[in-house]
């Protein structure tokens, strides 16, 4: 059996401190227009696609941002896009910032269907960076001064002849994520970005940026039986360098198209739903094969478990592993030998 669904990447270079919203629209219908020449029924944007990636600076007044971020969808400046998907029967996911009546700030994804009517919208889960100004850094990703956590979870929708999720971002190096997708039966998980090439905390990620990207879409797609698409804003938006390297991932955990520029590029698959039925029937036949009993740490803790507790890590002195002759008579491994599978060896 064959469920093919088309999709685009559609990644976009930078986007300027005072690039107004038509002129981004603009490019946006450009790339959908490219879409629809290739058949695609699904374009997927980046992050804040309407925007800079303004939490790269601070404000003490967070309201001297509104401009930024998006009180209705559509607005008068986004109806063309709108229109256009309807006109050319191509839906799409639209990353921008969402002010809301009651004055709450999301970092927001919008799924429209083919004739650009919104059917499903997720709010990012995993706010990184930091809330106040840290004058020592290069610039700043303040996204946690300017956006709330949502906990509205990650649903999954009917959509496109499967099963659709959303994450964005910083949501996508996080196993969970995909995993919670996954359970609720997620066959194509579309997911926005905006990494800067330079991490702060710890410059010693910067050359490795793009490995962890791939590695955690890969992983998420392989372990979930699952389609993945990501989408970068990437190149260098008001002097910062951005990843790039948009790519759509197969539930085998391939890549099978990627980005090769900074900028404005649609990158697009035939993708076979059906595919993801492989996966999710063997290695990853969840009903089968998981036991949730042995990871209730997971949805019990936020923080590592450092110097673990009595009732936490308990070892069974007949359980201990003695390693003997190649390792030295009577040497014993404690700590990574608790648990069922500890035997005293032959
Ligand atoms: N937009 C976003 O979530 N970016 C983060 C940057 C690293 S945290 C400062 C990311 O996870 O790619």
New binding site residues.
Partial sequence: MTRIVTVGAGQLGPIARDEPREDVVRRLITLLEQAAERSCELLVFP?LALTT?FPRWYTDDVTEFDHYYETQMPSPATQPLFDAARRLGVGFCLGYAELTPEGRRFNTYVLTDRTGTIIAKFRKVHI??HDEHEPERPFQ?L?RRYFEESHEGFPVWQAYGGIVGMA???DR?WPETYRVMGLRGAEMILIG????LH?SPDPEQNALQAFHNHLVMQAGAYQNGTWVVGVAKGGIEEGVDSLSQSSIIAPSGQIVAQAISGGDELISVRCDLDKCAKYKHTLFDFDRYRRPEAYDVITHRTSPVTSPPSDELTVDPDEILIVRDDEGEGAAKPAAATGADAKEQP
């Avoid at 970005?193 to 800067?196: A, E, I, L, S």
């Fill in positions: 992050e990636f990184p960076g990703h996204e964005l971002c910083n190096r970005y905006n990494t800067p991490y």
